[in-house]
């Protein structure tokens, strides 16, 4: 069982990013999905989060607006596309997986039970 989180990178402030989440040895589509990050120095935070049929999604208040996130049941990823990028968005980014309550989004890590790897995005001028 593993989820793995790709498509970060360097980028310049109001540029784009799409993060995305695959997950092996499992079918997504049982599970609540969300994205943290975590930057040097600071906690791990809720970005973004994504019900099991996609129907709901929560957002952190300082990505709103900017960030989306949808999934791609069939194929076991969950996307995070970050638009309008800020330096302030420079972090670790983590996708998690819980089979909990998969109906609603869950905003804490404890509750997610799956974590990938992480991916360091970096918006830099």
């Known amino acids: 069982v593993q989820l793995q989180a790709s498509g970060g990178g360097l980028v310049q402030p109001g540029g784009s990013l799409r993060l995305s989440c695959v997950a092996s040895g499992i079918r997504l589509d049982a599970y609540g999905v969300g994205w943290f990050r975590q930057a040097p120095g600071k906690e791990r935070e809720f970005v973004a989060g994504i019900t099991w049929n996609g129907i709901g999604t929560q957002f952190a208040d300082s990505v709103k607006g900017r960030f989306t996130i949808h999934r791609d049941n069939p194929v076991n990823k969950v996307h995070l596309q970050m638009n309008g990028l800020k330096r302030e968005d420079t972090a670790v980014y983590y996708c998690?997986?819980?089979?909990?309550?998969?109906?609603?989004?869950?905003?804490?890590?404890?509750?997610?039970?799956?974590w990938g790897q992480g991916t360091q995005v970096t918006v830099s001028s």
């Open positions: 998690a997986a819980s089979r909990r309550r998969p109906t609603i989004v869950l905003r804490t890590a404890p509750e997610y039970d799956l």
